[in-house]
């Protein structure tokens, strides 16, 4: 069997007692891994991951804008157009990896019309500056369980927003676990618009750990992402219950051809 998609490894919950986020990078890489990925970065040693990264011939698939900022409060929204521009500045060493933005939280008092056109706004902009850097921003809607009242918590609605900026260094972070929270149909929710996703997450339900560990069928799940025509990697996005070396095995398996 093979893994029917190349795998990333989330450093920021995996390899974890191989010490700081550059060690994790290269034990990831004696685990067969060509693609990682982390979360926040000023809190990461990024000149050692950049030495990492060159001397282990890996590649950064994700991380995340930093600070985050709300796409829905304009007063945020220089904020998060800055820290989209800082980010893309200090993380170039790292082989200019897909960025990550989350939505932040409703703002009270605001209609779903005013939300939804603050995003697109500010998103736009966030998307210019992606665009003049050759870089990919990845909008990723989370869930209501672990975030009340996040503005992004649907699929449907995250890409809507990707449609409605119409910007080619947009697309959207699917997430099998944040998505399953949500109790959305995986094939329903994107059917006709696989094309606006450019990186997919797994984890199991309920607890967010490895494949096989939970409810979800990842049969249906490798069989939607074929049928969809999804091209891209998958990040192992989870918090291991068993050894790595377990752990990895068991995700190939459950997402194996």
Same mark, same amino acid.
């Given at each position: 069997?093979?893994?029917?998609?190349?795998?990333?490894?989330?450093?920021?919950?995996?390899? !974890?007692? &191989?010490?700081?986020?550059? /060690?994790?990078?290269? %034990?990831?890489? #004696?685990?067969?891994?060509? *693609?990682? =990925?982390?979360?926040?970065?000023?809190?990461?040693?990024?000149?050692?991951?950049?030495?990492?990264?060159?001397?282990?011939?890996?590649?950064?698939?994700?991380?995340?804008?930093?600070?985050?900022?709300?796409?829905?409060?304009?007063?945020?929204?220089?904020?998060?157009?800055?820290?989209?521009?800082?980010?893309?500045?200090?993380?170039?060493?790292?082989?200019?990896?897909?960025?990550?933005?989350?939505?932040?939280?409703?703002?009270?008092?605001?209609?779903?019309?005013?939300?939804?056109?603050? !995003?697109? &706004?500010?998103?736009?902009? /966030?998307?210019?500056? %992606?665009?003049? #850097?050759?870089?990919?921003? *990845?909008? =990723?809607?989370?869930?209501?369980?672990?975030?009340?009242?996040?503005?992004?918590?649907?699929?449907?609605?995250?890409?809507?927003?990707?449609?409605?900026?119409?910007?080619?260094?947009?697309?959207?972070?699917?997430?099998?676990?944040?998505?399953?929270?949500?109790?959305?149909?995986?094939?329903?929710?994107?059917?006709?618009?696989?094309?606006?996703?450019?990186?997919?997450?797994?984890?199991?339900?309920?607890?967010?750990?490895?494949?096989?560990?939970?409810?979800?069928?990842?049969?249906?799940?490798?069989?939607?992402?074929?049928?969809?025509?999804?091209?891209? %990697?998958?990040?192992?996005?989870?918090?291991?219950?068993?050894?790595?070396?377990?752990?990895?095995?068991?995700?190939?398996?459950?997402?194996?051809?």
């Amino acid at each position: 069997m093979s893994a029917a998609y190349p795998l990333s490894s989330c450093i920021e919950w995996q390899f !974890a007692d &191989a010490g700081d986020l550059d /060690a994790r990078l290269r %034990a990831a890489k #004696a685990a067969g891994f060509e *693609l990682a =990925e982390f979360h926040l970065w000023r809190d990461k040693p990024v000149d050692a991951l950049a030495t990492a990264l060159a001397d282990t011939g890996m590649r950064l698939t994700s991380l995340c804008v930093d600070p985050r900022r709300s796409i829905v409060d304009p007063a945020e929204r220089d904020e998060l157009v800055t820290a989209v521009r800082e980010t893309i500045a200090a993380t170039a060493v790292l082989g200019k990896p897909n960025l990550i933005v989350a939505s932040g939280f409703r703002v009270e008092g605001m209609s779903e019309e005013e939300h939804f056109a603050n !995003a697109v &706004a500010a998103l736009r902009a /966030a998307a210019d500056a %992606a665009e003049a #850097a050759g870089v990919m921003l *990845l909008l =990723e809607p989370l869930n209501t369980r672990l975030f009340a009242t996040m503005y992004l918590v649907s699929t449907k609605l995250g890409l809507d927003l990707v449609e409605a900026v119409d910007s080619p260094n947009l697309r959207l972070l699917y997430d099998v676990w944040h998505s399953a929270v949500m109790g959305e149909d995986m094939a329903q929710v994107l059917a006709g618009r696989m094309h606006l996703v450019a990186h997919v997450q797994v984890a199991d339900m309920p607890d967010r750990n490895e494949p096989g560990t939970g409810s979800v069928d990842w049969d249906q799940v490798r069989q939607t992402l074929r049928d969809l025509g999804y091209a891209g %990697a998958i990040g192992l996005e989870y918090f291991p219950t068993m050894p790595m070396d377990q752990s990895l095995a068991q995700s190939r398996r459950m997402l194996a051809d």
